[in-house]
């Protein structure tokens, strides 16, 4: 049982290059969520699915792009790559909606942007 | 939306000391507040959570309460021990739009041995 599985662990871009993470998890979660974390700021929500075939924008979606590719797995694209978009990235899983219970975090993904 | 704010980003405690950390929120309709601690390097991970209903929770070392009125919720740790530096965060999940958990900045506490 891995629980939620990113990749790349560590990716380095240029501006203007394109790139997608993914995220697989195999609790039979029916939500799936993708968050940046930057020094200072948290963890801020850039999209979620709150269900299979389903996806909405959080906090900061500007950039980026997601495909619920089916239950399990939940994929993250950035199509023109920006040194803002420089962070840790995490994907996330819970039951249903996030506030009836707890959020499985993957282990990150560090992504740098020169 | 929702706005959590935590205070404070630092924190050192001594061995032994207790440690409190404090978080706002400003969206009424939240009704769901856990707390995630992030060791150095690893994946944030759910130590304790309360729901509205709720003022005060606890489980062995750390409690958390809750003040509606006030929108205010805090992490209370007792008898720290040096594997409790990490970094902690607040979040909020408002009631309507339920998966939009909202995070804290975070606090770094270091426990001094």
């Known amino acids: 049982n891995a629980g939620v599985t990113q990749t790349p662990k560590f990716q380095v871009l240029k501006t203007g290059q394109s790139m997608t993470l993914q995220c697989a998890q195999d609790m039979n979660h029916n939500s799936m969520y993708w968050y940046r974390q930057d020094p200072g700021m948290g963890l801020r929500l850039i999209y979620y699915s709150a269900s299979e075939g389903t996806t909405d924008k959080g906090e900061v979606p500007n950039g980026y792009n997601v495909s619920r590719l089916n239950k399990r797995e939940f994929s993250l694209r950035l199509e023109s790559a920006a040194p803002s978009q420089t962070s840790v990235y995490f994907c996330?899983?819970?039951?249903?909606?996030?506030?009836?219970?707890?959020?499985?975090f993957g282990e990150g993904s560090r992504l740098t942007v020169l | 939306g929702e706005n959590v704010e935590q205070h404070p980003s630092t924190l050192s405690v001594q061995e032994g000391d207790s440690a409190v950390i404090k978080c706002t929120y400003s969206?009424?309709?939240?009704?769901?507040f856990p707390w995630y601690k992030q060791e150095l390097g690893k994946r944030p991970q759910l130590i304790i959570d309360i729901r509205s209903n709720v003022g005060e929770k606890k489980d062995q070392r750390i409690a958390v309460t809750l003040n509606k009125t006030a929108k205010h919720f805090s992490l209370h740790i007792t008898e720290t021990q040096p594997e409790d530096s990490a970094v902690y965060f607040c979040?909020?999940?408002?009631?309507?739009?339920?998966?939009?958990?909202?995070f804290g900045a975070g606090t770094r506490l270091f426990v001094k041995a």
């Open positions: 969206d009424s309709a939240s009704n769901y």
């Open positions: 979040a909020a999940t408002p009631n309507t739009g339920g998966f939009k958990t909202i």
């Open positions: 996330a899983s819970s039951w249903t909606s996030g506030n009836t219970g707890e959020l499985f």
